[in-house]
């Protein structure tokens, strides 16, 4: 209990610290210091509760249960004080609404329900703070030299923004990042829903005041759309805890579960309201674009939002309750259904992006959604997948996030078709690049495997809609990031080494952001065995009948012996560079340009397929939407009025 304790207050006083300090060389040391400090705890509380089962530690507190209503209140009140200053007056209702209901349940109903174990760990919780202390941790020292480029780039290029957009408001920057951090701890470690529930808060207006970081029109509007969609769900969240307290009379999550399976038809509105919950905060159909719009922000808030904490918030919160999708169909049917949708259409829309950062968050969105599908199917089978899916998703795309915005401030853009030449220009970044997109989708590496495992589950369990959406949207991915990979892949002419002015900072987060995904590739069945299994049988009583380890150290060696013949070359080759070829009519091989057969000159090009008719946003996401919105405000209201013996 003590770990679970310092995961939780540490981040809190180091976020303390940062908004004091000024310079950069004491911010470096604070943040750096501290990462590997939360990075070692985590491991030494995964390593002490290693294939453990449910373990909960008796502790509550009448004050912790004031300061949670506490913190509710200041976060409603700041909402509405944002809201007023710029004339969002929906998110201002939202707020008001969810303060009323924040004090009427503290000081009506709360204290009815008195929860003795309020923390807890299980396999699934170390998981989640290995992905929050390891990668959490790296993605806030990437942002040390990312942000020194990046507030430079605010000096030089901002003429037409005001000074308080200019402003160097770093310090904030970084506290923030570590509150996120302790408000992840507390979801993942609370049994405890309120307390639970005020962390989930806590990740809403940390992701609004940091997609609002640069003050930007743009950047106020999405940071409104975030806050506007993750309230909604923030109601719902809270909304169940009523429902809780008056049909189980606990506060307790995992007392809450038991009470479930055993009465269904009492637990069913509240298990769709968290589900719904659960939705919004992974960014699913029709709640997606506030994940999209979160892409103004600096490279370091995105890689945080969509790989190791607010998006994992979501599906941690939907994983935990797929017990009781086992008995509540309606719940169940739901989840599955637009976690499926979101799958393939957003897979469709990456096809027709450019933006490497809309790919990102397209295909974050789509995984996403494949993980929310399978814990709606609910079985032992699906939630090792969909952990799975978890575990390999968190790493690739924190990389590939990363690598991104370094390659930004480098070549100056972010589009896809400016990448020609990467391994040229940026010949280590390109590697750890093309690192990411390959665990993403190419066998043997561990994502494809879960995928795999994912489709299994779906024909045992007699999904076809599911089968037919995980095709189709399969089919998208492979499209999609086969085209970012070629692209990388050419290799033409001699272009400037542009990546010697990386700073340290982002090639250490780099290197831990590959090995991560390295190790977990090669590691995949011990992680399994010792990580995934456990949660499984402690959950469900039994592992599922097609987890074969067999095939898992196939993959695991197969996997091992591609990444070595990969990094083979990685020290670069003294060999001459030989000058561009282009069929005996070269007029300049370093621009590749040659006479074509009119005896005009023309540039050598290359450019990827985006079949904006058929995939783009204005034809895909629409329908979509309006499906997805269907099918939740369905759901809810049946979970209310469907004959017990149906749900």
């Known amino acids: 209990m003590q770990l679970i304790a310092f995961l939780i207050l540490f981040p809190l006083v180091v976020a303390a610290l940062l908004l004091v300090v000024k310079g950069d060389g004491l911010r470096n040391v604070l943040v750096g210091v501290s990462a590997v400090v939360i990075a070692a705890a985590s491991i030494l509380l995964a390593a002490q509760y290693l294939g453990a089962a449910w373990v909960g530690f008796e502790f509550s507190s009448q004050a912790v249960d004031y300061l949670a209503c506490a913190v509710g209140v200041a976060i409603s009140v700041a909402v509405i004080g944002f809201g007023m200053k710029y004339k969002n007056y929906f998110a201002v209702g939202l707020a008001i609404v969810q303060l009323v209901g924040d004090l009427v349940f503290e000081f009506g109903f709360a204290h009815a329900a008195h929860v003795e174990v309020g923390l807890y760990v299980d396999s699934l919780s170390i998981v989640m703070a290995l992905i929050i202390g390891i990668i959490g941790s790296g993605i806030c020292v990437y942002a040390l030299g990312y942000m020194i480029d990046f507030q430079k780039h605010l000096d030089e290029h901002g003429e037409g923004m005001t000074e308080l957009q200019r402003k160097d408001r770093r310090p904030t920057f970084f506290a923030l990042m570590f509150l996120f951090l302790s408000a992840m701890y507390v979801i993942v470690f609370s049994n405890n829903m309120v307390w639970m529930f005020t962390g989930w808060e806590v990740t809403t207006v940390c992701s609004f005041l940091l997609i609002a970081y640069t003050r930007t029109d743009e950047a106020i509007a999405n940071a409104f759309r975030q806050i506007i969609m993750n309230m909604l769900g923030g109601i719902g969240f809270l909304a169940a805890l009523y429902f809780a307290v008056v049909f189980t009379g606990t506060l307790s999550f995992q007392d809450f579960v038991l009470f479930g399976l055993g009465s269904p038809w009492l637990v069913a509105v509240p298990v769709c309201l968290l589900a719904f919950a659960g939705l919004t905060k992974a960014a699913q159909m029709p709640f997606h674009t506030w994940l999209l719009g979160a892409m103004v922000a600096p490279t370091p808030t995105s890689a945080l939002l969509h790989s190791s904490t607010m998006v994992k918030a979501g599906v941690f919160l939907l994983i935990k309750l797929a017990p009781l999708f086992g008995v509540c169909m309606v719940a169940s049917q739901m989840t599955i259904l637009v976690g499926g949708i979101t799958f393939m259409l957003c897979s469709f829309m990456a096809i027709s992006q450019s933006n490497a950062k809309r790919v990102l968050a397209y295909s974050t969105i789509a995984n996403l959604g494949l993980i929310v599908a399978c814990a709606g199917v609910g079985t032992p089978e699906a939630i090792w997948a969909a952990v799975l899916l978890v575990i390999f998703h968190a790493a690739a795309k924190s990389l590939l996030f990363l690598c991104v915005g370094t390659a930004e401030h480098h070549i100056g853009s972010r589009d896809i078709e400016d990448m020609d030449l ?20 190419i066998a043997p590496f561990g994502m494809l495997i879960a995928k795999w495992a994912t489709l299994v589950s779906f024909v045992d369990s007699h999904q076809m809609a599911l089968v037919l959406l995980l095709a189709f949207g399969s089919a998208a991915t492979f499209m999609f990031w086969g085209k970012w990979l070629g692209k990388l892949a050419g290799i033409a002419g001699s272009p400037e080494n542009v990546e010697t002015t990386v700073h340290a900072s982002e090639w250490v987060s780099l290197a831990l952001m590959a090995c991560i995904a390295l190790v977990a590739c090669i590691a ?8 995934v299994e456990p949660y499984i049988v402690s959950v469900f009583g039994q592992l599922g009948e097609d987890i074969a380890v067999d095939n898992l150290w196939i993959s695991s060696i197969l996997a091992a012996f591609v990444i070595v013949v990969f990094v083979a070359g990685a020290r670069g080759s003294k060999a001459k560079r030989a000058d561009v070829y282009l069929a005996g009519v070269s007029v300049d091989s370093d621009h590749r340009i040659f006479r074509n057969s009119l005896s005009g000159e023309t540039e050598a090009t290359s450019r990827n397929l985006y079949l904006d008719g058929i995939f783009g946003e204005g034809i895909v ?16 209201v049946a979970s209310g009025i469907v004959p017990p013996v149906l749900l």
């Not at 940026?426 to 750890?432: N, Q």
């Open 524 to 531: 995949l069945p011990i992680m399994s065995s010792a990580l």
């Open 422 to 441: 990467l391994f040229d220009r940026m010949p280590r970044l390109a590697r750890f690049m093309m690192l990411g997109i390959m665990c993403m989708f």
């Open 621 to 636: 996401r629409r329908p979509g939407e309006v499906i997805c919105a269907v099918i939740i405000v369905v759901a809810i």
